[in-house]
């Protein structure tokens, strides 16, 4: 028999605590809600690290000795790792901002917000000049310090001041964005890097989020300068990176200009999203066109419907990549009203709520999933799951 942890227990007894004070304030308003709670509440107390710095695990069950595969070079070896990388934890942030977004118990999440998830987050700080947040602790030894890992924060730094109107999100966004900008440079006439201390290829993953950053910093500003540098990304990545046979985003551009042609879902997503905002800006017809033509592109790319299905069926990925892809998906309806794709998702998620989840109560990654396995959890997928409830409950009303 395995000896208790009681470390663990405790933090697993102060995770609880936090997460079901912000779970029990006020009823949820629907269904959606709820399981983003549910989620969120199990995600606090399976990855929790009983140290009192905010941090989570990279995997449940545990083990420190794992392989990051998504960093640059060999960064990712197996080592010890008692915490999760920046990337998996930036998910909590996206999480908790969408559930904001839609809460009724608004002070309460963000409570949660301001005295959990981003004291957290400054564990990854790293005060290398333009300052941004490292892959991981500062307390270790210098990391490589991804543009996209960054972009992603900026967005949702920027949200919380459109939501809140709190200025120092929106200085922390603006900070975010300094060192993002950094990443830019006139090689394959622009684009900004994937990686800081290797700069070898320029990813959709890091521009294209970027215009939707430089999209939200404009509406949160209105400086001019954010909506020409979003419009003039927004070509680049389009004139670089997108498949014209079926409007679906390659994965990157190396400095030879060999194409990456692997797709993945966030890419597209993400330039749906852009477009949609782009129109919403400029009421410009031809970003509508785009972002709905790379809607019907993703939706036959990374959905699968066969005679036995009742909907189109997500395709296995990162549930990230896919949470992601849905914010683009959402943008596009707030434009164009066509509830379609959000059907889609909604029917997914539905299965994944009966079929998908272990008795953890954490969520595997195959979408014909109708068996509940216990294998190893990534933190980044249930993240992601909860952001796409928080996301959906929006529909459920």
């Known amino acids: 028999m395995k000896s208790i942890n009681i470390k663990n227990l405790l933090a697993a007894g102060i995770a609880c605590c936090l997460t079901s004070t912000l779970l029990a ?50 960064e990712g070896k197996a080592k010890t790792n008692p915490y999760s990388y920046l990337w998996p934890f930036s998910g909590s942030l996206s999480a908790y901002v969408a559930l904001l977004e839609q809460a009724d118990d608004e002070a309460n999440v963000k409570s949660h917000i301001d005295s959990v998830v981003l004291p957290g987050l400054e564990n990854y700080y790293d005060t290398r000049q333009p300052a941004g947040y490292a892959s991981y602790i500062n307390s270790a030894a210098p990391s490589d310090r991804f543009y996209d ?70 509406d949160a500003t209105k400086s001019q300068d954010y909506l020409d540098q979003a419009i003039t990304l927004y070509q680049w990545t389009k004139d670089n990176l997108q498949d014209p046979e079926d409007n679906v985003y390659w994965d990157n551009i190396n400095l030879e200009g060999k194409v990456q042609t692997a797709k993945y879902p966030y890419n597209t997503g993400q330039m749906i999203q852009a477009g949609a905002l782009l129109y919403k800006i400029t009421r410009k017809k031809e970003y509508l066109n785009d972002a709905q033509a790379s809607a019907k592109g993703g ?38 009203n066509d509830v379609q794709y959000i059907n889609a998702f909604k029917a997914n998620m539905d299965h994944a709520w009966d079929e998908m989840r272990d008795k953890d109560g954490l969520f595997s990654k195959d979408w014909k999933e109708t068996s509940r396995k216990t294998d190893k959890k990534w933190l980044l997928d249930q993240f992601a799951i909860a952001e796409m409830y928080a996301r959906l409950s929006d529909f459920d009303r």
């Open 25 to 74: 304030q006020v009823p949820a308003k629907n269904d959606y809600s709820d399981k983003a709670r549910e989620t969120l509440a199990n995600i606090e107390i399976r990855y929790a690290v009983p140290d009192g710095k905010q941090l989570l695990r990279e995997n449940y069950p545990f083990d420190d000795n794992y392989t990051a595969s998504y960093l640059a070079g060999n």
């Open 149 to 218: 890992d960054n972009v992603w924060l900026g967005i949702d730094f920027t949200d919380l001041y459109l939501h809140t109107k709190e200025k120092h999100y929106l200085e922390k966004a603006q900070e975010i964005w300094r060192f993002v900008a950094s990443g830019m440079d006139d090689k394959l006439g622009g684009g900004i890097y994937w990686c800081e201390q290797k700069k070898e290829s320029k990813n959709t993953c890091s521009n294209a989020p970027a215009v939707v950053y430089l999209l939200k910093l404009y």
């Open 299 to 336: 939706m036959a790319r990374f959905f699968t419907k066969e005679d036995s299905d009742s909907y189109p069926v997500l395709n296995r990925s990162d549930n990230w990549f896919i949470a992601v892809m849905l914010r683009g998906y959402v943008e596009l309806y707030h434009q164009d």
